[in-house]
């Protein structure tokens, strides 16, 4: 009896997802064995760390700024504007700040590279590497994993201290002094929270680089097909980041 | 004596000895589908060291699929894939990589890498093999690409070159490993007469010295004027394998039809 087109959907959505573990797994492997492919990294490191500088920043200094305003709207009438700067600092470090970073990351260079390695799919650049002896998931995944574990907690601390000064920047429109403003930060954070405003990211870089190769590597049908693997592993990344955070903050606060 | 052991060890001597002094390259009964689809079936193949092949056949037919399962780039659904007198089957790649070292591909976009110049793609296997000093792979890049005609081009990126440009950095990158055998997919499609021309003579060459190639085209020139031997696929089988005269002379409807397309087919959508 022939499947029916469920069975076929499901059978084809389990394979994917055994075939994405088998990737992240093999990719995780070769993280320590040679060769490293030290140019490749450090050209996946700029791509993914310092290019991404201007759109991070800019996120985070209007982040901050929408946070601030809108904490000093509740808090006016409470008199406790004060506490505006360490409203703005939990729910950036822990929160906004790896979240909104990744995801415009995702956006900007996730689809880079699903449409780098799509477009080396469809040309046959990826069958012309293994014919010459390449290891494909040590040159074009683990480069990509290590530069975007490494570079996207960093992009959420810049995220984060832009944001700060953002929101400082509305705090001092209520005539909050710097220093109090300053000295708020840590009102309501302890050190865990900075760990977990570390670790979030790290964790989303493993999806971006992840989703992004394997959806490059599954792409076919010419230039549409890369198009529409890029869409394809920039929505699947946004999500998973987005479901992945909720299960990180539930594991961070059982251990709290 | 158990005969039944003497039956196996006397056939295990047989294929250990046919795996010592078979450096040919067959296909033996190989089928592949994909998506239900299947696109070659019992296909069967040798390729000989110093005969020429040439596997013909309408587009989409399934050539480009046999020279990646010959590759390991596919694995059929069933048959039996030899490299060298090793079957290939059950490989891990790094085992693969060994066996591929005596052959080469040029694919049909000539598959240059984007990201890199001219010198670094032709040099791009002895660079990863590390082997070599950077001085002797320059060398033979060099070498290379003069015998290409290309060796001022070396400093470019394959956006800056034309088709045929690109395929004989292709060819070029193919021979920097010093193979035994060349696999060409299409080598003179989209190309222009002289640059066809360009093409043949190069193929020619490699012949004279000591290559061996596969080609999979619709260039009956070329492939009448490289190749020794033909392979016929249509509709999922072989149906001819035999000599150049064999082929120019053969009865085979689905032959005649590929050397003289009719009024029938053309109307038919064919």
């Known amino acids: 009896m022939s499947a029916t087109l469920p069975e076929r959907t499901l059978k084809m959505v389990i394979l994917q997802i055994q075939e994405f573990f088998a990737l992240a797994a093999r990719s995780l492997i070769r993280v320590f064995s040679p060769p490293f492919y030290y140019r490749e990294f450090a050209t996946q490191f700029e791509k993914i760390g310092f290019d991404s500088l201007f759109i991070i920043s800019l996120t985070g200094l209007f982040t901050g700024m929408v946070m601030a305003l809108q904490a000093l709207i509740q808090l006016k009438p409470f008199a406790a504007t004060s506490s505006v700067g360490s409203m703005v600092a939990v729910t950036m470090i822990k929160e906004l700040g790896p979240v909104l970073a990744s995801l415009m990351v995702a956006g900007r260079v996730g689809s880079a590279i699903t449409a780098e390695i799509g477009t080396m799919m469809v040309t046959e650049q990826v069958d012309a590497m293994r014919v010459e002896g390449t290891d494909i998931i040590k040159r074009l995944v683990t480069p990509r994993l290590k530069a975007a574990v490494l570079a996207m907690p960093m992009l959420a601390i810049v995220t984060d201290a832009v944001s700060l000064v953002g929101g400082y920047l509305i705090a001092a429109t209520y005539n909050i002094n710097p220093l109090m403003y300053y000295k708020s930060l840590p009102r309501f954070m302890v050190f865990q929270d900075l760990v977990e405003g570390v670790v979030k990211p790290a964790v989303f870089g493993f999806i971006i680089a992840m989703i992004s190769c394997y959806v490059g590597f599954s792409t076919k049908g010419g230039a549409e097909g890369v198009g529409t693997s890029a869409k394809r592993a920039v929505v699947l990344s946004s999500v998973l980041i987005l479901v992945t955070d909720f299960f990180i903050t539930k594991i961070f606060i059982a251990f709290r | 004596?158990?005969?039944?052991?003497?039956?196996?060890?006397?056939?295990?001597?047989?294929?250990?000895?046919?795996?010592?002094?078979?450096?040919?390259?067959?296909?033996?009964?190989?089928?592949?589908?994909?998506?239900?689809?299947?696109?070659?079936?019992?296909?069967?193949?040798?390729?000989?060291?110093?005969?020429?092949?040439?596997?013909?056949?309408?587009?989409?037919?399934?050539?480009?699929?046999?020279?990646?399962?010959?590759?390991?780039?596919?694995?059929?659904?069933?048959?039996?894939?030899?490299?060298?007198?090793?079957?290939?089957?059950?490989?891990?790649?790094?085992?693969?990589?060994?066996?591929?070292?005596?052959?080469?591909?040029?694919?049909?976009?000539?598959?240059?890498?984007?990201?890199?110049?001219?010198?670094?793609?032709?040099?791009?296997?002895?660079?990863?093999?590390?082997?070599?000093?950077?001085?002797?792979?320059?060398?033979?890049?060099?070498?290379?690409?003069?015998?290409?005609?290309?060796?001022?081009?070396?400093?470019?990126?394959?956006?800056?070159?034309?088709?045929?440009?690109?395929?004989?950095?292709?060819?070029?990158?193919?021979?920097?490993?010093?193979?035994?055998?060349?696999?060409?997919?299409?080598?003179?499609?989209?190309?222009?007469?002289?640059?066809?021309?360009?093409?043949?003579?190069?193929?020619?060459?490699?012949?004279?010295?000591?290559?061996?190639t596969l080609m999979v085209t619709h260039d009956l020139h070329t492939a009448f004027a490289v190749s020794q031997q033909f392979s016929f696929l249509h509709d999922t089988r072989l149906i001819f394998d035999g000599s150049r005269e064999e082929l120019k002379t053969s009865n085979l409807p689905a032959i005649r039809e590929f050397f003289n397309p009719s009024e029938q087919s053309l109307f038919s959508g064919e």
């Open chain 2, 1 to 212: 004596m158990d005969t039944h052991a003497y039956g196996r060890s006397s056939s295990l001597l047989r294929e250990a000895t046919r795996v010592e002094t078979d450096k040919s390259i067959r296909m033996n009964k190989v089928s592949y589908s994909v998506g239900g689809r299947q696109i070659i079936r019992d296909f069967d193949m040798t390729l000989e060291k110093g005969i020429s092949r040439t596997i013909l056949g309408v587009s989409g037919v399934g050539k480009t699929t046999i020279l990646k399962l010959l590759l390991g780039l596919l694995k059929p659904d069933s048959g039996k894939i030899f490299l060298n007198g090793q079957p290939i089957a059950g490989l891990r790649e790094s085992e693969l990589t060994r066996l591929r070292r005596n052959i080469a591909i040029v694919f049909q976009g000539g598959a240059l890498f984007d990201s890199m110049t001219v010198g670094e793609n032709v040099g791009y296997r002895l660079f990863e093999e590390g082997v070599l000093a950077e001085s002797a792979i320059e060398n033979i890049v060099l070498e290379k690409l003069s015998f290409v005609g290309l060796e001022k081009s070396i400093n470019l990126y394959p956006a800056e070159l034309s088709g045929g440009m690109k395929k004989r950095v292709a060819i070029a990158r193919a021979l920097a490993a010093d193979p035994e055998y060349i696999f060409f997919d299409e080598p003179t499609t989209g190309l222009d007469p002289i640059g066809v021309y360009n093409i043949r003579n190069l193929m020619l060459k490699l012949e004279e010295e000591g290559k061996t």
